[in-house]
């Protein structure tokens, strides 16, 4: 099965720099990889994603880049502001198979990243 | 539009007790997923359903189970509850797209706490 690894674990910043989050994964068949933003008490909250068709998508402050490749993606965000602390996630999974019963289709996450950003 | 609602928001059960959780789907969403989280083990796929039946599921005990009724809506049960069953159970849900990558949204989760 897919197997997805998140680095670094814990990352603290100061307010303004930039963070960086990498995942790789190991099943070829995985195609879509979103990445979401947990804050205490709540759930995961989608923040980007990205098919494998793209190899780099932006959205204001935040950016992922994927190479198909290598199996990695990363997670970029600059001008960190303190609301930008919060566990993120990467998350990988593959197109709903129709001849499966679409058995295939679920998300392998990573560990998550403590990201802590000081004002 | 609504998100994904879970209720209750917070359960606190004893050992060998039963549980069931219920997720309501994003309005239009057939596929309800649901995911057990905790500080170890981090986010760990159940099970999924759509069309009321179940589609994909994860390495847990039979203990864990779960439906779908016909409004999308899904429940999930735990029987027999253990210490190690405490913690944040998450359903997300999607529109089914076959062949295509679906986007998975989720709710803000159930916390079980098992004494």
């Known amino acids: 099965g897919e197997n997805v690894e998140q680095h670094p674990s814990t990352l603290s910043v100061q307010e303004g720099d930039s963070a960086v989050i990498k995942c790789t994964y190991s099943?070829?068949?995985?195609?879509?990889f979103p990445w979401y933003k947990q804050e205490l008490g709540k759930g995961p909250q989608l923040i980007i994603d990205?098919?494998?068709?793209?190899g780099e998508k932006k959205d204001q402050r935040i950016a992922v880049t994927l190479n198909k490749t290598a199996k990695h993606f990363s997670l970029h965000i600059t001008e960190t502001q303190p609301e930008d602390s919060a566990v993120y996630f990467c998350?990988?999974?593959?197109?709903?198979?129709?001849?499966?019963?679409?058995?295939?289709?679920?998300?392998?996450f990573g560990k998550g990243t403590l990201l802590t950003v000081n004002p | 539009k609504a998100g994904v609602t879970q209720t209750p928001r917070y359960l606190i059960k004893t050992r060998g007790q039963q549980v069931t959780l219920s997720c309501s789907p994003i309005?239009?969403?057939?596929?309800v997923s649901w995911y057990q989280q905790t500080p170890g083990q981090g986010l760990q796929f159940l099970f999924e359903?759509?069309?009321?039946?179940?589609?994909n599921k994860g390495n847990f005990p039979g203990r864990f189970s779960g439906r779908q009724f016909s409004n999308s809506r899904s429940e999930m049960n735990v029987s027999t509850l253990e210490l190690g069953d405490s913690a944040l159970y998450l359903c997300?849900?999607?529109?089914?797209?076959?062949?295509?990558?679906?986007?998975?949204?989720f709710g803000p989760g159930t916390r079980l706490l098992v004494l």
């Open positions: 997300a849900s999607s529109l089914v797209l076959a062949g295509l990558q679906e986007t998975q949204y």
């Open positions: 099943d070829s068949a995985s195609n879509y």
């Open positions: 990205i098919r494998s068709n793209v």
């Open positions: 998350a990988a999974s593959p197109s709903r198979e129709v001849n499966s019963g679409g058995s295939n289709y679920k998300l392998t």
């Open positions: 359903y759509f069309s009321e039946t179940q589609r």
């Open positions: 309005s239009g969403h057939r596929s």
